[in-house]
T-cell receptor
Framework: GAGVSQSPRYKVAKRGQDVALRCDPI?????LFWYQQALGQGPEFLTYFQNEAQLDKSGLPSDRFFAERPEGSVSTLKIQRTQQEDSAVYLC???????????FGSGTQLSVL | GNSVTQMEGPVTLSEEAFLTINCTYTATGYPSLFWYVQYPGEGLQLLLKATKADDKGSNKGFEATYRKETTSFHLEKGSVQVSDSAVYFCALFRNTGNQFYFGTGTSLTVIP
């Protein structure tokens, strides 16, 4: 596609619900990143894929967070048993072959009530 | 560790005013430095970057110079426009680990 696409744009969840956030990177981009952006803060690294391999998941805040990219293109970030502190904008970014040229999606704004 | 500290906002300027947004960094090794811009409702977009000391990044009238001696990468523009209203993020990138570290962002509003 023309850019990085994320869905849904907005998600409201009740505390304890599971959610799944989708990222469709630019076609052919090898690297895919997930970031969490809390209100008034900069993006914080969550995890990184190169093709289907998850090379770094050091930023995932707890074992309730899980990300996958099974075919090396679309990625899903799943949050189990959501908590209020999970409320944030979740950003996806991709790049052609790692390195520093990142293209960001518009994000999914998650609100946990 | 690696971190970025940038000037807190919000910043409000009149059109054609001079803009400076301060950014300093802490890093091991030799990072690349970036400014990203986020317009309302959109994702982050690369504004400019510099990959080594004394490099100057520039784009759309914005400039920033990589100063190793002061560990800074301040963003400047000589004459801002209403369309420059956005949130600006300073960031560093380290090749080892393939990670970006972002500042907290500075909101800029330009009034006519």
């Amino acid at each position: 596609g023309a850019g990085v696409s994320q869905s849904p744009r907005y998600k409201v969840a009740k505390r304890g619900q599971d959610v799944a956030l989708r990222c469709d990177p630019i076609s052919g981009h090898v690297s895919l990143f997930w970031y969490q952006q809390a209100l008034g803060q900069g993006p914080e690294f969550l995890t990184y894929f190169q093709n289907e391999a998850q090379l770094d998941k050091s930023g995932l805040p707890s074992d309730r967070f899980f990300a996958e990219r099974p075919e090396g293109s679309v990625s899903t970030l799943k949050i189990q048993r959501t908590q209020q502190e999970d409320s944030a904008v979740y950003l996806c970014a991709s790049s052609l072959a790692g390195g520093d040229k990142l293209f960001f999606g518009s994000g999914t704004q998650l609100s946990v009530l | 560790g690696n971190s970025v500290t940038q000037m807190e906002g919000p910043v409000t300027l009149s059109e054609e005013a001079f803009l400076t947004i301060n950014c300093t960094y802490t890093a091991t090794g030799y990072p690349s430095l970036f400014w990203y811009v986020q317009y309302p409702g959109e994702g982050l977009q690369l504004l400019l970057k510099a990959t080594k000391a004394d490099d100057k990044g520039s784009n759309k009238g914005f400039e920033a110079t990589y100063r190793k001696e002061t560990t800074s990468f301040h963003l400047e523009k000589g004459s801002v426009q209403v369309s420059d209203s956005a949130v600006y993020f300073c960031a560093l990138f380290r090749n080892t680990g393939n990670q970006f570290y972002f500042g907290t962002g500075t909101s800029l509003t330009v009034i006519p």
